[in-house]
């Protein structure tokens, strides 16, 4: 994701930046007779429909937090809840502040948005630095926070809502829920509801790739086959096809291993959480493939020496810059104050306070959402540019600065603080997300 922005900046700022705009502004229509017309863009193509994507893996990380993880239990979900809060309300009201009645007013939600991936990956850099209890906290911080952008984007950047598309929008995801609920197994049923779901979103006026997140909160986190029944099945399986091959292998009873071999592969796959399992197959592609090309098409900026000189002076680079940085420093840290002396939470174990403000700023860093919500805040090029160049240079020093700042911190340990939660051991099922 990283080398990818780098390339777009670079690209857009190369003698051929004509081709930068050139390629992404190609437009790519699809018809299919008088039923469906789509007329877009290749950028507006990978933010509408690749993202889709990446949310429908946002969606299955909340509902597997909801069901069966942190924010399942509500005392361990308090506290990083709380945070999340305060990283999203302070940011906005920085931006706000700047940008009130002003062009750029609409951008608020921009910097109310965490980058888990670059967020996840600076923590991860300092290991042992930084307690286990600590980056479940970041992580599960952001995962409200996504969810909180995602609300964000349904209620204030969808407008001229045609209600009848809408309607073709949500018996999709209901009929999705009733065949979920009657473990219906095939794929085909649900991609083809999902498909039409996202194009009702598109023509309703609701931003389409919320068909993603509605369909992973839709998606089952139980398993249609029991797993402590598959030991014993796969065993009796395994012991028939010895039998069978002790006995004399002819083509009659190779045939009938490859049934055994299917059932085996059934018995394996369906024991596991279609949550679980639509997760560990789109995580990397939502992470290696996805949210790069989305940089790509996203990340370049004109830097020219004007564009630069004027940028400390633009109300919309200020209120993202410092929504992010200073914005999402604040508010977690007084957020969790709160939660804290309230009773309503308690720390991290083994994390100092030190350590909650190195997070905070950790959580400044806003890439992939906070440039999706700039495309939808604005039309304008020149605030769009301005607000991309408040995103990424908060994130470069957000970045920076909360690994400086981690790598110093003493934990609670070092310093003799803090009563924390027990360690939650279920592990966020978008892989590096």
């Known amino acids: 994701?990283?080398?990818?922005?780098?390339?777009?900046?670079?690209?857009?700022?190369?003698?051929?930046?004509?081709?930068?705009?050139?390629?992404?502004?190609?437009?790519?229509?699809?018809?299919?007779?008088?039923?469906?017309?789509?007329?877009?863009?290749?950028?507006?193509?990978?933010?509408?429909?690749?993202?889709?994507?990446?949310?429908?893996?946002?969606?299955?990380?909340?509902?597997?937090?909801?069901?069966?993880?942190?924010?399942?239990?509500?005392?361990?979900?308090?506290?990083?809840?709380?945070?999340?809060?305060?990283?999203?309300?302070?940011?906005?009201?920085?931006?706000?502040?700047?940008?009130?009645?002003?062009?750029?007013?609409?951008?608020?939600?921009?910097?109310?948005?965490?980058?888990?991936?670059?967020?996840?990956?600076?923590?991860?850099?300092?290991?042992?630095?930084?307690?286990?209890?600590?980056?479940?906290?970041?992580?599960?911080?952001?995962?409200?926070?996504?969810?909180?952008?995602?609300?964000?984007?349904?209620?204030?950047?969808?407008?001229?809502?045609?209600?009848?598309?809408?309607?073709?929008?949500?018996?999709?995801?209901?009929?999705?829920?009733?065949?979920?609920?009657?473990?219906?197994?095939?794929?085909?049923?649900?991609?083809?509801?999902?498909?039409?779901?996202?194009?009702?979103?598109?023509?309703?006026?609701?931003?389409?790739?919320?068909?993603?997140?509605?369909?992973?909160?839709?998606?089952?986190?139980?398993?249609?086959?029991?797993?402590?029944?598959?030991?014993?099945?796969?065993?009796?399986?395994?012991?028939?096809?010895?039998?069978?091959?002790?006995?004399?292998?002819?083509?009659?009873?190779?045939?009938y291993d490859q049934d055994r071999l299917s059932e085996l592969r059934r018995l394996a796959t369906e024991s596991i959480s279609p949550v679980e399992r639509n997760a560990r197959a789109l995580g990397p592609w939502a992470s290696l493939v996805i949210v790069p090309v989305f940089a790509l098409a996203n990340a370049g900026v004109e830097l020219t020496g004007d564009a630069i000189r004027d940028a400390p002076g633009e109300a919309v680079v200020l209120g993202v810059f410092l929504g992010l940085l200073v914005g999402k420093t604040v508010g977690i840290l007084a957020a969790t104050w709160l939660a804290v002396q309230s009773g309503l939470g308690r720390l991290p174990s083994g994390t100092s306070w030190r350590q909650v403000v190195g997070l905070g700023l950790c959580a400044g860093i806003g890439f992939t959402v906070a440039l999706f919500v700039t495309g939808l805040a604005f039309d304008d090029a020149e605030l769009t540019n301005q607000a991309k160049v408040g995103i990424l240079a908060a994130s470069l020093v957000a970045g920076l600065a909360g690994w400086t700042w981690l790598r110093l911190a003493p934990s609670a340990g070092d310093v003799g603080g803090g009563a924390g939660v027990a360690q939650h051991r279920a592990e966020p099922v978008g892989h590096d997300r």
């Open 1 to 255: 994701m990283l080398v990818a922005a780098v390339a777009a900046l670079v690209w857009a700022n190369s003698p051929w930046q004509g081709g930068y705009e050139a390629l992404w502004h190609t437009e790519l229509s699809i018809h299919l007779g008088g039923l469906a017309h789509l007329d877009l863009d290749l950028r507006e193509w990978v933010n509408d429909g690749l993202m889709a994507l990446f949310f429908f893996v946002v969606g299955l990380e909340i509902k597997h937090e909801l069901v069966v993880g942190q924010l399942r239990d509500r005392r361990a979900a308090a506290l990083p809840v709380f945070a999340a809060l305060g990283g999203m309300i302070v940011p906005a009201l920085i931006f706000l502040l700047f940008n009130r009645g002003g062009d750029g007013s609409a951008g608020w939600g921009i910097p109310m948005a965490t980058d888990i991936a670059f967020a996840a990956g600076v923590v991860s850099l300092l290991g042992r630095r930084v307690p286990t209890a600590a980056k479940l906290f970041l992580l599960t911080l952001a995962i409200v926070d996504d969810l909180g952008a995602i609300l964000v984007i349904a209620v204030f950047y969808s407008s001229g809502l045609a209600f009848d598309w809408l309607g073709v929008a949500v018996g999709c995801v209901v009929v999705a829920a009733v065949l979920t609920k009657n473990n219906v197994r095939a794929l085909l049923p649900y991609v083809a509801l999902g498909a039409t779901c996202w194009y009702a979103l598109h023509e309703s006026g609701v931003h389409a790739t919320l068909a993603g997140v509605a369909f992973g909160l839709v998606c089952p986190t139980w398993s249609f086959y029991d797993p402590r029944r598959v030991p014993a099945q796969a065993r009796e399986l395994l012991d028939d096809m010895e039998a069978d091959n002790v006995a004399g292998g002819a083509i009659e009873e190779h045939e």
